[in-house]
């Protein structure tokens, strides 16, 4: 997992290794473990390399005086070795010819470095990087694009490399196998881009070119040669894209967290106007699909993390909306279950990045056995969006916090609004409902309002060591949400658990040094919740409720939330109630909340 990047310089005078570290900030969201830049100069490998975020990097690189014209870079979330210089990319080969940067795994790199050490091929770092580095330096008899494919043919794993040696100073290599990886060709300046995201370019048009699986491309400032495996040359169709300026900013907010958080209410608003159509909610983008929508005998819904716990939130409505069973699964478990035969299934993968590589993965593997499959997406140019029948657009703009929230709520707003367009195809009562989803701009303005006395508790249970989040029918999986965001960024354990589940066991966790915190939310479940809330206050545990009445024999600690008539839509104002929650508890205790310990925003390994 991790960021490459890599620039050719042609017309314009933006030096290049300042070109990769402006690339780079933009690629962190795939890690920032370490970071790394390199370029040949004078016949010989140059690379500045640091621990820690780009821009350290950045200072390191600051005043350098070389005159360049290509570089590489990278930015790390450690797979294969711990977080030190030796480990961080570009690797160097044992000639000190080559200089690479890879996204991706090599699975079989044991094996190889096995035989690379049993030539006398010397290592310096623990990395599966500097195998295929050293692999392809060990083949290398002058035809670099050969030692390349050979290289290839012996690898296994799915990765991308970008690389530069010392004998073709100006050209830049690159190769992918089932991890992205985009060549761009600025239209104006010529100046060339490559990177495993193109949304990670300089502001500007290009004609880009996508890597397919084992391809190799040779770039230099005039020419684009794409091989394919055989070392034949092929075609290379470029498609336009438009990058526009990176508006991220945190508009006077402390984090993009807290700023993306209150971006909700709007969003949802766009949302809804965007998808209003003669009083019912639709999609343009499904508008040749009734067809298909009137076959379907099920739904599968495929995604990780917070995505997953969006479909988990809507599976119900999605049901009761299109009388068919909806299963919700996991990406990461998808590929290895047995899967009963099914037809007619309509797919919806959920993912903010659309660059996953477990959602990604699970998708392909019954890509081909879908009627039609439906992206639900913020990135309108990765590779999910490439790969599915549909893209929905989340909206929600750049999301920067590692931690999701607003492209969580387009998630479970869009799939409600799916449920409308599913049950208006296929003619199943929905008008109730029309006029609540319309209210959800109005719900979260509800518990925005509330956000200092949501901060006055989170401040106040900053100090428990341990935290327990329940609720019944959809407000478990609101606590599994509220959960992970916990989990995210103030390093707290914390467990989700369906409120009638305590007394089957975790109840033997419950002291006073244990916090529960409890979701209203659900009319019908919430008396028995409260009865499994007195179990906890009757052991000593610590409650906190988000939800409409008081109840002074379980706690004094309750927050009033907004009633919006029917429990289904309020998952959305609850989720964001316990997005607010998290952050403060986060902030009380220093901790870095936009791009916490361990974490990347987009998850390219499986
Ligand atoms: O980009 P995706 O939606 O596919 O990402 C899935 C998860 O990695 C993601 O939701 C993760 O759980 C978030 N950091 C949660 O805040």
Redesign the pocket.
């Known amino acids: 997992m991790c960021g490459i990047y890599g620039y050719i310089q042609s017309k314009s005078n933006k030096k290049p290794l300042e070109t990769c570290l402006d690339g780079l900030q933009k690629l962190q969201y795939r890690g920032y473990d370490s970071a790394g830049v390199a370029s040949i100069h004078k016949g010989t490998v140059l690379s500045f390399k640091t621990v820690g975020k780009v821009d350290l990097l950045s200072a390191l690189v600051k005043d350098h005086k070389y005159e360049l014209n290509t570089a590489i870079a990278h930015t790390r979330w450690a797979t294969h070795g711990g977080l030190s210089a030796e480990n961080t990319h570009p690797q160097i080969d044992y000639k000190k010819s080559i200089a690479l940067v890879h996204n991706g795994i090599i699975e079989n790199y044991l094996e190889l470095k096995e035989f690379l050490l049993s030539k006398g091929v010397a290592f310096t770092s623990e990395t599966d990087t500097e195998v295929i580095t050293n692999l392809i330096a060990y083949l290398y008899k002058g035809d670099l694009k050969k030692a390349i494919a050979e290289a290839f043919k012996r690898v296994q794993g799915s990765f991308a490399i970008v690389l530069i040696h010392k004998d073709s100073p100006e050209t830049i290599f690159a190769g992918a196998r089932g991890c992205p990886l985009a060549v761009g060709i600025c239209d104006t300046s010529k100046d060339v881009y490559i990177s495993s995201d193109t949304s990670s370019f300089s502001e500007s048009s290009y004609s880009t070119y996508f890597m397919k699986n084992d391809e190799i491309a040779e770039i230099t400032s005039t020419a684009l040669t794409i091989y394919a495996s055989d070392g034949k040359v092929k075609k290379n169709d470029l498609s336009t894209i438009i990058i526009s300026k990176d508006e991220a900013s945190k508009d006077g907010y402390d984090h993009y967290m807290h700023k993306e958080i209150h971006e909700q209410s709007s969003l949802s608003a766009r949302i809804l106007k965007k998808r209003m159509l003669l009083n019912t909610f639709s999609f343009k983008e499904l508008e040749n699909d009734n067809t298909f929508i009137e076959q379907m005998e099920h739904i599968d819904v495929i995604?990780?993390?917070?995505?997953?716990?969006a479909g988990l939130i809507a599976k119900e409505f999605l049901e009761e909306m299109t009388l068919t069973p909806v299963t919700i699964h996991l990406?990461s478990e998808y590929r290895y279950a047995k899967h009963l035969e099914k037809k007619n299934t309509v797919a919806i993968i959920?993912?903010?990045?659309?660059?996953?590589a477990?959602?990604l993965a699970a998708f392909r593997c019954k890509k081909e056995s879908f009627l039609l499959s439906i992206a639900l997406?913020?990135n309108d140019t990765s590779t999910?969006t490439r790969e599915t029948h549909r893209f929905i657009p989340l909206m929600a703009k750049k999301e920067v916090?590692?931690?999701?929230?607003k492209?969580?709520t387009s998630?479970l707003l869009n799939l409600y609004l799916l449920g409308i367009h599913f049950s208006n195809v296929l003619k199943i009562e929905n008008k109730s409902y029309i006029e609540e989803l319309s209210n959800i701009p109005l719900a979260i303005d509800d518990v925005l309002s509330k956000e200092e006395i949501i901060k006055k508790y989170a401040e106040t249970y900053a100090c428990y060591p341990y935290f327990f989040f329940t609720g019944r029918g959809n407000m478990y999986p609101v606590s599994m949400e509220a959960a992970?965001?916990l989990k995210?960024i103030s390093y707290l354990p914390a467990e989700a658990l369906p409120a009638g589940e305590m007394k089957h066991g975790p109840i033997a966790l419950i002291d006073e040094n244990l916090a529960t915190i409890a979701f209203l939310g659900t009319e019908k479940t919430a008396p028995k919740t409260l009865s499994n809330l007195s179990e906890i206050k009757a052991r000593d545990g610590k409650v906190l409720i988000f939800g409409g009445d008081t109840h002074p024999e379980i706690t004094q600690d309750v927050i009033a939330m907004y009633k919006n008539g029917n429990d289904t839509f309020a998952s959305i104002p609850y989720c964001i109630a316990g997005q607010i929650f998290s952050y403060f508890i986060a902030k009380k205790l220093g901790k870095e909340i936009d791009f916490p310990r361990n974490?990347a925003?987009?998850?390219t390994v499986e």
């Open positions: 995604a990780c993390g917070s995505s997953y716990h990406a959920i993912s903010q990045s659309g660059e996953t477990d959602t997406c913020n999910l916090s590692v931690c999701s929230t492209a969580f998630q992970l965001k995210e974490l925003k987009s998850v």
